[in-house]
C-alpha cells in the first residue's frame, strides 16, 4: 500500500528530526514543524528572530528551526515533499523560497526520485547550477523511502552522498 502525502509527511519530518539532532545538536535546540500556513503566521518565539519574518509568506511542507544554545541565532531547514517524481516546478519553488530565506539547508525529497527527464537536465551544469545554487549553498534532492530511509543511489548533486 502506497503512503498518503501526510503520512509520507509524518516520515520525512521524523527523518529530518533525526538527520538535525545527528548534524546539529551540539550547537543548536532543534524544533521540526509541518507549517499549516506560512512561515510568518507560526507562533514561534525563535522564528520571530528571523531577519524579515513577517515577510516570510510561504509554506514549505517540512520546516526545521535551529536555535543557537550560544546565541539564540535561528537558522531554518526547509524541505518540500511529493510522492510522485519530483518535477522542474518543485525544484524551482524551493529554488525561489531558498533565494528569499537563505536556509542553513533545503531538501526537496520524494518517494520516487527524479524521473529521466529531470535527471538529464541537471546532469547539464549551467542548468543544474540554476535551479540548485543559492548564496554558496546547494539544493539537495533526495528519494527516501516508506521507512524513511534515504536511496544512497538517488543523492543529487552527488557529492553530498556522504551526508547521508
Given at each position: 500500500?502506497e503512503?498518503?502525502k501526510d503520512q509520507?509527511?509524518?516520515?520525512i519530518?521524523?527523518?529530518l528530526?533525526?538527520?538535525?539532532i545527528?548534524?546539529y545538536s551540539?550547537e543548536?535546540?532543534i524544533?521540526v514543524?509541518?507549517?499549516?500556513g506560512?512561515?510568518?503566521?507560526?507562533s514561534?518565539?525563535?522564528?520571530k528572530d528571523?531577519q524579515?519574518?513577517s515577510?516570510?509568506?510561504?509554506?514549505?511542507?517540512?520546516?526545521?528551526?535551529?536555535t543557537?544554545?550560544?546565541?539564540?541565532?535561528?537558522?531554518l531547514?526547509?524541505?518540500?515533499?511529493?510522492i510522485?517524481p519530483?518535477s522542474v516546478?518543485e525544484?524551482?519553488?524551493?529554488n525561489?523560497y531558498?533565494?528569499i530565506?537563505?536556509?542553513?539547508?533545503?531538501f526537496?525529497?520524494s518517494?520516487?526520485?527524479?524521473?529521466n527527464?529531470?535527471n538529464s537536465?541537471?546532469?547539464n551544469?549551467d542548468?543544474?547550477s540554476s535551479?540548485l545554487?543559492?548564496?554558496?549553498k546547494e539544493?539537495?534532492?533526495l528519494?527516501i523511502?516508506?521507512s524513511?530511509?534515504v536511496?544512497?543511489?538517488?543523492i543529487?548533486?552527488?557529492k553530498f552522498?556522504?551526508l547521508?
Open positions: 500500500m503512503l498518503t509520507y509527511t509524518e516520515k519530518k521524523k527523518w528530526e533525526k538527520f538535525l545527528k548534524n551540539k543548536y535546540n524544533n514543524i509541518v507549517p499549516n506560512n512561515i510568518s503566521k507560526i514561534n518565539n525563535s522564528l528571523v524579515n519574518y515577510l516570510l509568506d510561504f509554506s514549505p511542507d517540512i520546516l526545521g528551526i535551529l543557537s544554545k550560544k546565541n539564540k541565532e535561528v537558522k531547514v526547509l524541505i518540500n515533499r511529493a510522485n519530483i516546478k525544484i524551482g519553488e524551493m525561489i531558498s533565494h530565506i537563505n536556509p542553513e539547508a533545503a526537496v525529497v518517494l520516487k526520485g527524479l524521473p527527464e529531470v537536465l541537471l546532469l551544469d542548468i543544474c535551479l545554487k543559492y548564496h554558496n539544493i539537495i534532492i528519494k523511502d516508506e524513511g530511509v536511496d544512497n543511489k538517488c543529487f548533486p552527488r552522498k556522504s547521508f
